[in-house]
């Protein structure tokens, strides 16, 4: 395999999370596909040898393409506002596919894009990379042109913007089961809360990358007793104690070759992992404002009360 092949297989590995940022950046499926496509042709023409992060030195440049389009928009549409016969609003000539539309935006969130277009280009750009994706402001920073401070800055203001509309765009501070709505009943929850986990289990199994995004809070956060821990280091895994945001929650269990059991766990909907029949480990999920905030991943089973279902 030469270099530009080795190239085009990791940016195919990397398609779905920089396709990811692209779209919640533009708002766009079109967009998102243009932004995609010009990453991999300035990529191809780099000198990407040297680069020892290459998703890290991918998205840095889909969120450079995203920026830069999303400035060009700001401007089509100020450029327009005195244009007779137009309402501010630039034309688009690429044609949509209303379902995949559709599809996307339910899994982003209407209400959250519409917040999204509200905000300032180096807004939007610093609170999607930081809050949905962990990127460091450090390196967010050369991005909009800015500190590290000022960068900090721009995303407190973007999730400021939410807080006003009572808007969370990752229901946090759900506990490991979480609790049911206002005014739900908990047998409802729980089959709401079952549905998601299953379309979670769906998701990691098809490798399916955005279908997990979909369904994951920003700021999910997955913790593993020192039992998994230790388990997965004798099978020589990379295990941790702990991981933090959708993309990297994402990216653990995407493509994940497992058979997990739907179960209760103390009386709530999760999953088992029971080979032979026998709980061997679980893992349960908090639950709110329809999204996943936590997953807890226990092998010491102790004074827990699994039913495989």
């Known amino acids: 395999m030469n270099e530009h092949e080795w190239l085009a297989a990791r940016f195919e590995a990397d398609r779905p999370r920089l396709r990811a940022v692209a779209y919640r950046m533009l708002g766009s499926p079109a967009e998102a596909d243009d932004a995609v496509q010009e990453t991999w042709l300035r990529a191809s023409r780099s000198d990407a040898a040297a680069v020892r992060n290459m998703s890290g030195w991918l998205t840095t440049i889909v969120a450079r393409v995203s920026l830069n389009m999303l400035q060009s928009r700001q401007s089509r549409r100020e450029e327009l506002v005195d244009v007779p016969g137009t309402d501010g609003s630039p034309r688009m000539d690429t044609p949509v596919d209303p379902e995949r539309e559709a599809l996307l935006s339910e899994s982003v969130g209407t209400a959250m894009l519409l917040i999204l277009d509200t905000l300032t280009p180096a807004e939007r750009l610093a609170f999607v990379l930081h809050d949905m994706f962990a990127v460091p402001f450090e390196e967010i920073a050369p991005i909009v ?3 590290p401070a000022a960068a900090r800055q721009l995303a407190s203001r973007a999730r400021r913007r939410f807080q006003r509309q009572g808007i969370a765009p990752g229901a946090p501070g759900a506990g490991p089961q ?18 998601l986990i299953r379309a979670f289990l769906t998701a990691s199994r098809d490798g399916d990358f955005e279908a997990l995004l979909s369904v994951l809070a920003p700021d999910i956060v997955l913790r593993c007793d020192p039992t998994v821990v ?10 941790v104690a702990e991981i933090r945001g959708s993309d990297a929650v994402a990216r653990a269990f995407a493509k994940l070759s497992w058979d997990p059991l739907p179960a209760l766990i103390d009386g709530s909907a999760g999953l088992a ?27 010491d089973l102790t004074g827990l009360d699994v039913v495989l279902r």
């Open 145 to 147: 042109d800015r500190t």
């Open 178 to 195: 979480g609790e049911p709505a206002q005014g739900e009943g908990a047998d409802t929850y729980q089959a709401r809360k079952a549905d």
């Open 230 to 239: 230790r388990m997965g280091a004798a099978r020589g895994r990379n295990a």
């Open 273 to 299: 992992y029971a080979p032979d029949g026998v709980p061997r480990a679980v893992y349960r999920f908090g639950v709110a404002g329809g999204l996943i905030t936590g997953i807890d991943v226990r092998a």
